[in-house]
């Protein structure tokens, strides 16, 4: 029985010894499972993280397709003529006979200087006929929805012949393409947001005149580029001219925007019967191409800023600012520049 009892003993212990080791070995066995399952959550997170914010830009893409370009802030051109009190007052001081006394040096003012843009406006839109497409870096911010918006950069490609535009944000919407081409997709634009939105929603085709696209511009992708803006400011002088309008424009020589030599034309309107939705308007054109380079758009203001200076005024009534640098005339763009399964676009994602 002792004999027994002993082997039994030793039974006992072998196998709560084996017990142990086994509940050792397989309590290891889970704080290496969970550490490899940690790891590899932590792993697929920041792989996540970099896939939903990584703008892709392969070695092959156009340089300019970069955020480099943005670093400079847009130059803002320091406009010296001060509007008279009566011009401010919304009286005509031109008097309707066509007068035009020169102020300063190299001044034109009354329908001298209207004329003057118009017939400068209308030359560049004849060089720009003989353009096929050009590339730009294109500045803008517009009063939207009750709001300045930010400024926005976008290198532009634009082609006139079918009419397309390529555009993609480096600041703002930083990473969001849009493509127009005149009959093709329908008609619509193609629009593929930035950052992460761009990874989750599919690329959007939008009426270019419907409610939606308009809630992001003020204009048309339709009238979008150097040409159109010039066509816009030839409307509006034509009328000035043909309706005889109480507009008082002066033109400015020796102007300068980004390194540029400018006449600078600044025009007030009489009041809001004559001039809807502006008050005043500064157009920097170069004096190589004929080319508008810098458009600024002011409204009409509220009672509240009866009493406030100039500066002020311009300041609270900005409703829309366009300008382009870095524009290239001679870039000799493809029809792969104007196609969605460009291998450097994402519309296909």
Not at 157 to 185: A, I, T
Not at 261 to 288: G, L, M, P, W
Request: aromatic content about 10%.
């Amino acid at each position: 029985m002792e004999s027994q009892f002993r082997q039994d003993g030793a039974l006992h212990f072998l196998i709560e010894k084996g017990r142990y080791r086994m509940m050792r070995m397989l309590k290891n066995r889970s704080k290496h499972h969970f550490s490899n399952m940690l790891a590899s959550a932590i792993f697929s997170a920041a792989i996540g993280i970099l896939y939903f914010s990584y703008d892709p830009s392969p070695a092959d893409a156009d340089p300019n397709d970069t955020g480099v370009v943005a670093s400079k802030p847009v130059p803002i051109p320091v406009i010296a003529y001060k509007p008279t009190h009566q011009a401010e007052s919304g009286l005509n001081i031109n008097s309707k006979k066509g007068n035009s006394k020169p102020q300063q040096n190299g001044t034109l003012t009354g329908r001298m200087a209207l004329l003057m843009n118009l017939l400068l406006l209308e030359k560049g839109c004849r060089y720009l006929e003989t353009v096929p497409d050009y590339t730009t870096t294109f500045s803008k911010q517009e009063f939207l929805g009750g709001e300045l918006s930010e400024n926005q950069v976008i290198n532009l490609k634009c082609r006139h012949k079918p009419f397309s535009v390529y555009m993609k944000w480096v600041v703002g919407d930083k990473g969001q393409e849009l493509l127009y081409v005149d009959g093709e997709n329908d008609q619509k634009m193609l629009v593929k947001m930035g950052g992460l939105k761009g990874r989750l929603v599919p690329t959007l085709k939008l009426d270019p005149h419907g409610s939606l696209a308009l809630k992001e511009s003020r204009h048309p992708i339709t009238k979008a580029g150097i040409k159109a803006l010039a066509e816009t400011i030839i409307h509006f002088r034509k009328k000035d001219l043909d309706e005889n309008l109480n507009t008082e424009c002066v033109m400015l020589t020796d102007q300068k925007f980004d390194g540029k030599d400018c006449y600078c034309f600044i025009a007030h309107f009489a009041n809001a019967k004559e001039s809807e939705t502006y008050r005043k308007s500064v157009v920097y054109i170069d004096q190589k191409t004929c080319l508008p380079v810098f458009v600024r758009g002011y409204g009409w203001p509220t009672d509240g800023l009866a009493s406030a200076s100039p500066e002020e005024l311009d300041e609270q009534t900005l409703i829309e600012s366009y300008s382009f640098t870095n524009i290239n005339m001679k870039s000799e763009l493809a029809t792969t520049d104007f196609s969605k399964t460009n291998k450097n676009y994402r519309f296909r994602r």
